[in-house]
């Protein structure tokens, strides 16, 4: 489910996004700016420092916003979410740094890690629906 909080997170991200090289570019500052109008947090007090760049984004702040929009069990959906937003960002200047390169790696490999790795949940739901037929011909 979408919410204002995700969707506060998302920009979170791509602020921070902004920020992982050290400083934001003027492309991104404006592909910011619109982003955060379109998604009506122009004006939200916690969004605002970081958007018009009176607090600056360490690397990790980016990295720990990023692990908390994901959660516990991402799905392959939510990569991709978050991979095109963040690439829509970094594309935006015409030049992309080695530590937003970086950025986008790690969510590409976690992306194909999860794919490789069903998650748990759906590991314990194929071992329920096979008690579940076991019990079902055990009852015929």
Do not use: F
């Not at 619109?34 to 360490?58: H, R, S």
């Not at 969510?107 to 096979?130: D, F, G, V, W």
Request: proline share 5%.
């Amino acid at each position: 489910m979408v919410n204002n909080s995700h969707v506060k997170n998302l920009v979170k991200i791509l602020i921070g996004a902004a920020w992982i090289d050290g400083k934001i570019q003027p492309e991104e500052r404006q592909y910011l700016r619109e982003i955060a109008q379109v998604k009506g947090l122009a004006n939200d007090p916690e969004i605002k420092p970081w958007l018009y760049e009176l607090v600056p984004v360490k690397p990790n702040e980016c990295y720990q916003w990023v692990k908390e929009y994901l959660g516990d069990r991402p799905t392959q959906e939510d990569y991709e979410d978050l991979i095109e937003a963040i690439s829509g960002l970094i594309y935006s200047d015409g030049d992309v740094a080695v530590e937003e390169a970086r950025l986008l790696s790690q969510l590409e490999e976690l992306s194909k890690s999860s794919e490789a790795h069903p998650s748990i949940h759906n590991t314990l739901l194929r071992q329920i629906q096979k008690l579940y037929r076991r019990w079902v011909d055990v009852q015929n």
